[in-house]
């Protein structure tokens, strides 16, 4: 039997509901094999679970289990089953989502998205790797897809000794995707977009947004025009900013796509032009926030927090009285109490009073476990100015 012996944090942090145990937190691996499946004991021979090892990460056990039976093919066929009827429930008008999210369906480091008849699989870790063959034949048998993509090219591979790959898996996959969210259509380039090919994680807050939207719109930070297209049936006119000129051509399409005539794009630095936009005095009714991730490590907080009080700032100062800010932070290092003081502070500095109309997160398919704060990482707050 494979074992591994933690130490009395490590099987403090499994009792506590978390499902990783870092390297320190190891008091006994010996003869395992990258990946391995392993039962966990604690230093009196007590059983705690069953895990996938990593030899190489940090993370050296992802917990799978606190029960006894095997990890084997049966296993993994009920946690996706189970994934995919959550998904039935919570998934609406949108053919686009994601199936597996890793911890948040007791599948650490694996992801599926569904597009529409085509799955897009990464495997984070050597444990998911090591499993990947009997996962795709499982997605092959549960849901009959026409194309099963791998997106492998995560740096999260590196630390567990694993290479970047992409490619086709199973079936066949030459041309995007046309996939459909809150009534707007969308094209997805499942090989190369970013991500899996798009932000599904706020997917629920595009239709959120659209039903406060009105007046003259801004979307910074727009990629493929997610937030903007989904806003455009109830503004005026929408501008969306982006720096990715590959990104603003794919929004483009989208936007042809739609027959949607109020969108302009914007190929700039969001930093710059909301800068001069403020400057220039310019006003908007509903402005949408959604930058790249600030706070990739916790030593970057403070950075992180005074970005947020700047862009923040720079948006309530432009917003008409009664409009909308929609601000999103996908830092998982920035907590929601902190990212609201920095918004709180941006509003002082526009004097400006802003009502919080809603506190949102990630898309209900990217679920929250209760004991792993690492699954909670976007933050999308909803605000009224006045
Ligand atoms: C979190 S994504 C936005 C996702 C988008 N709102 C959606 O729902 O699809 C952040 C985007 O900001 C862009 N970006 C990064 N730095 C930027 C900058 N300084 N100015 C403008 N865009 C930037 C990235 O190319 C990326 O498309």
Not at 365 to 378: F, G, Q
Request: aromatic share 8%; hydrophobic share 45%; charged share 25%.
């Amino acid at each position: 039997m494979n074992a591994v012996t933690v130490s009395e944090r490590g099987a403090e942090r499994i009792l506590s509901g978390h499902p990783w145990v870092y390297r320190s937190d190891v008091a006994r691996a010996e003869g395992l094999e990258p990946g391995a499946a392993v039962s966990v004991f604690d230093r009196r021979r007590r059983w705690l679970g069953q895990a996938l090892f990593s030899n190489q990460s940090q993370i050296a056990l992802r917990m799978m289990t606190r029960e006894r039976r095997p990890i084997d093919r049966a296993f993994l066929a009920a946690r996706i089953a189970a994934a995919a009827a959550y998904r039935k429930q919570v998934v609406e008008d949108s053919n686009a989502y994601r199936m597996i999210a890793s911890e948040g369906d007791v599948l650490p480091s694996l992801i599926v998205d569904r597009y529409v008849e085509a799955l897009v699989i990464q495997t984070h870790s050597q444990g998911m790797e090591r499993l990947k063959p009997q996962i795709v034949e499982i997605l092959q048998e549960q849901f009959a897809p026409r194309a099963i993509v791998e997106r492998n090219e995560s740096a999260v591979r590196a630390l567990e000794g694993l290479p970047e790959v992409k490619g086709v898996l199973a079936g066949e996959m030459t041309s995007e995707v046309f996939a459909e969210m809150n009534g707007v259509k969308f094209i997805f380039d499942l090989l190369n977009g970013q991500k899996t090919g798009g932000f599904l994680d706020q997917r629920e807050n595009y239709a959120a947004a659209r039903s406060y939207a009105h007046g003259r719109a801004l979307d910074a930070f727009s990629y493929a025009g997610g937030f903007a297209l989904t806003l455009a049936s109830r503004c005026e006119s929408v501008l969306a900013v982006e720096s990715s000129a590959d990104a603003i051509a794919r929004a483009r399409r989208n936007q042809g796509l739609n027959g949607i005539p109020n969108v302009a794009w914007k190929e700039a630095n969001c930093f710059d032009f909301l800068k001069a936009a403020d400057q220039a005095k310019e006003q908007f009714d509903t402005i949408v926030l959604d930058p790249p991730p600030f706070a990739r490590q916790k030593s970057n907080l403070s950075s992180a927090l005074r970005g947020y009080k700047e862009l923040n700032l720079r948006a309530l100062k432009m917003l008409r009285p009664g409009g909308y800010l929609i601000t999103c932070s996908c830092s998982f290092h920035v907590s929601e109490a902190d990212f609201l003081e920095a918004v709180a502070a941006a509003a002082l500095d526009a004097h400006c009073t802003a009502v919080v109309v809603e506190r949102r997160t990630q898309a209900r398919d990217h679920p929250i476990v209760l004991t792993v704060p690492e699954t909670h990482y976007l933050k999308c707050l909803i605000l009224r100015a006045y």
